[in-house]
């Protein structure tokens, strides 16, 4: 079993405060690391938190907001001084080459390794070893893309008092068995159908960046285990929030409902909250099982 890890590494929206940075979330799992958006900082919360900077890299950019972009150079720096070689995978939106390559000037100093570019749209995805990564488009003052990483499924458990029963010995037979092939022993075909439980479901992260409440983001996050949701403001700005292309914590929270997730991640909190509870209490009315993700917080996403 693959552990898999969620690393808030900036949790603020539009302004650092004393308490937040600015977005990124990293997901760790097996060797890789997948980050999502880069907000100005970053690199040194991935200090802080020791994730280190010699892993496999994806990250993917939600949209062009300078709060969720401005520590892609400050990142790609750092990892060059620390002596990283491989190249890096960035992922975005249309128009995410050109504004690399704007962050990137010759003349702040050499990158040694290679980093790839790849613009998304709305139901594009990746494959990164056993996760798929996709994107919907979500609604915000730009365009901007919402993401879901989902782990691919896992062989069902194996019928062992129906297998002990004929008397089918531990070791490969069995492991031909899960891999769905069927087996002859005993003068008797036995088949995978009734000797293998059904593929037990793969772990889902889903993370909006920043948006209004939105239809894709259910259509995305149905049954996830984690949802990361834009909650900047708390109800009494519902106007503003939604003009401003953002959610409130009860909208955040509506949405996770609807989507029937298992965990909601309150995030992008405004720097106007230097204490979160009315966030995190208008959001437990309507979805109890929501936290406030808080900077340098980690949870491990356990299988369902
Ligand atoms: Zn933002
Ligand atoms: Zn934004």
């Given at each position: 079993?693959?552990?898999?890890?969620?690393?808030?590494?900036?949790?603020?929206?539009?302004?650092?405060?004393?308490?937040?940075?600015?977005?990124?979330?990293?997901?760790?799992?097996?060797?890789?690391?997948?980050?999502?958006?880069?907000?100005?900082?970053?690199?040194?919360?991935?200090?802080?938190?020791?994730?280190?900077?010699?892993?496999?890299?994806?990250?993917?950019?939600?949209?062009?907001?300078?709060?969720?972009?401005?520590?892609?150079?400050?990142?790609?720096?750092?990892?060059?001084?620390?002596?990283?070689?491989?190249?890096?995978?960035?992922?975005?939106?249309?128009?995410?080459?050109?504004?690399?390559?704007?962050?990137?000037?010759?003349?702040?100093?050499?990158?040694?390794?290679?980093?790839?570019?790849?613009?998304?749209?709305?139901?594009?995805?990746?494959?990164?070893?056993?996760?798929?990564?996709?994107?919907?488009?979500?609604?915000?003052?730009?365009?901007?893309?919402?993401?879901?990483?989902?782990?691919?499924?896992?062989?069902?458990?194996?019928?062992?008092?129906?297998?002990?029963?004929?008397?089918?010995?531990?070791?490969?037979?069995?492991?031909?068995?899960?891999?769905?092939?069927?087996?002859?022993?005993?003068?008797?075909?036995?088949?995978?159908?009734?000797?293998?439980?059904?593929?037990?479901?793969?772990?889902?992260?889903?993370?909006?960046?920043?948006?209004?409440?939105?239809?894709?983001?259910v259509?995305?996050a149905?049954?996830a285990?984690?949802l990361?949701h834009?909650?900047?403001?708390?109800?009494?700005?519902?106007?503003?929030?939604?003009?401003?292309?953002?959610?409130?914590?009860?909208?955040a929270a509506e949405i996770a409902s609807k989507a029937n997730v298992s965990l909601l991640?309150?995030?992008?909190?405004?720097?106007?909250?230097?204490?979160?509870?009315?966030?995190?209490?208008?959001a437990?009315?309507i979805f109890?099982n929501s936290?406030?993700?808080?900077?340098?917080?980690?949870?491990?996403?356990?299988?369902?």
């Open positions: 079993m693959t552990e898999m890890r969620i690393v808030f590494l900036g949790t603020g929206g539009g302004m650092p405060s004393r308490n937040r940075g600015l977005p990124s979330i990293a997901v760790k799992t097996s060797g890789t690391v997948i980050l999502m958006d880069c907000g100005e900082g970053t690199q040194r919360q991935f200090i802080s938190s020791g994730i280190g900077f010699k892993k496999e890299f994806h990250i993917f950019i939600t949209h062009h907001h300078g709060d969720h972009v401005l520590g892609l150079p400050g990142l790609l720096f750092t990892m060059a001084m620390s002596g990283r070689v491989d190249p890096v995978w960035i992922y975005g939106p249309g128009g995410t080459g050109e504004l690399l390559e704007r962050l990137m000037h010759p003349r702040m100093g050499r990158i040694p390794f290679k980093y790839f570019v790849r613009e998304m749209k709305t139901g594009d995805s990746v494959r990164i070893k056993n996760l798929t990564v996709g994107c919907t488009s979500s609604d915000h003052t730009q365009e901007v893309l919402a993401y879901y990483i989902q782990e691919d499924s896992r062989p069902g458990k194996m019928r062992e008092d129906f297998l002990d029963s004929l008397g089918v010995p531990r070791g490969p037979l069995w492991g031909r068995l899960q891999r769905g092939k069927p087996i002859i022993y005993g003068g008797r075909t036995i088949t995978p159908e009734e000797a293998v439980g059904p593929p037990r479901r793969g772990r889902r992260i889903v993370y909006t960046g920043d948006t209004r409440p939105c239809e894709n983001i259509e995305i149905r049954e285990d984690v990361i834009d909650a900047t403001f708390d109800n009494s700005m519902r106007d503003e929030a939604n003009i401003e292309g953002h959610s409130t914590a009860m909208q991640c309150l995030f992008h909190i405004s720097p106007r909250y230097n204490n979160p509870e009315t966030l995190l209490l208008e437990r009315t109890p936290i406030v993700a808080e900077d340098l917080m980690d949870i491990r996403v356990p299988y369902r």
